[in-house]
């Protein structure tokens, strides 16, 4: 059974670089799945920041492309979140998503990892 | 996007009774790509409904999804005291992948 684990920033600085990777365990990162971050801003509802394929692929959503970059260590099993320019806006819960292969919902969650951004 | 509006937003039933959520997207939904999730306080969301209509291992029965198209409805049968959450919708069939606002389910 895949679970996977978001790392722990915290506190990041606006204008700054937010920084969280998730390790996959109980499986391998390079099955036949995609790799995905959600967010989830205090009291609020979810939303899907993009996903990255073993092989290097990457999906982002359009309202975040141009801060967001993921990427996938192999050799580590795990995948990582960059989100540069970070605003008070980009408070909130962040989980790492298994996404099922060739279906696209996603039936793995991490506990996820509460960012807050604050000078 | 696809915008997906749940309803209502606030849902107030006893145990023992039949819940009924909505879900309704603003274009059609590629191949019933939908999803229902159920979110507790201080949890992630955990996967109830995939394909529109199919359980996700280990949920009850008693979860059953429905529709097509533009509208779709999660039912909880006979609600139990652990039902009583948050519950989302998704559509994963077009991209971004998009999230309704969530319908809470509460103890009448």
């Known amino acids: 059974q895949v679970q996977l684990q978001e790392s722990a920033p915290g506190l990041v600085k606006p204008s700054g670089t937010l920084s969280l990777t998730c390790a996959v365990s109980g499986g391998s990162i390079s099955s036949n799945n995609w790799w995905s971050w959600v967010r989830q801003p205090p009291g609020k509802g979810m939303e899907w920041i993009g996903e990255?394929?073993?092989?290097?692929?990457?999906n982002y959503n359009p309202s975040l492309k141009s801060r967001v970059t993921i990427s996938v260590d192999k050799s580590k099993n795990q995948f990582s979140l960059k989100l540069s320019s970070v605003t008070a806006a980009d408070t909130a819960i962040y989980y790492c998503v298994k996404i099922i292969g060739g279906y696209g919902y996603m039936d793995v969650w991490g506990k996820g990892t509460t960012v807050a951004v604050s000078s | 996007e696809i915008v997906l509006t749940q309803s209502p937003g606030t849902l107030s039933l006893s145990p023992g009774e039949r819940a009924t959520l909505s879900c309704r997207a603003s274009q059609s939904v590629s191949s019933s790509n939908l999803a229902w999730y159920q979110q507790k306080p201080g949890q992630a969301p955990r996967l109830l409904i995939y394909?529109?209509?199919s359980r996700a291992t280990g949920i009850p029965d008693r979860f059953s999804g429905s529709g097509s198209g533009t509208d779709f409805t999660l039912t909880i049968s006979r609600l139990e005291p652990e039902d009583f959450a948050v519950y989302y919708c998704q559509q994963y069939g077009s991209s971004p992948g998009t999230f309704g606002q969530g319908t809470k389910l509460e103890i009448k």
């Open positions: 990255i394929y073993h092989r290097g692929n990457t």
């Open positions: 394909g529109a209509s």
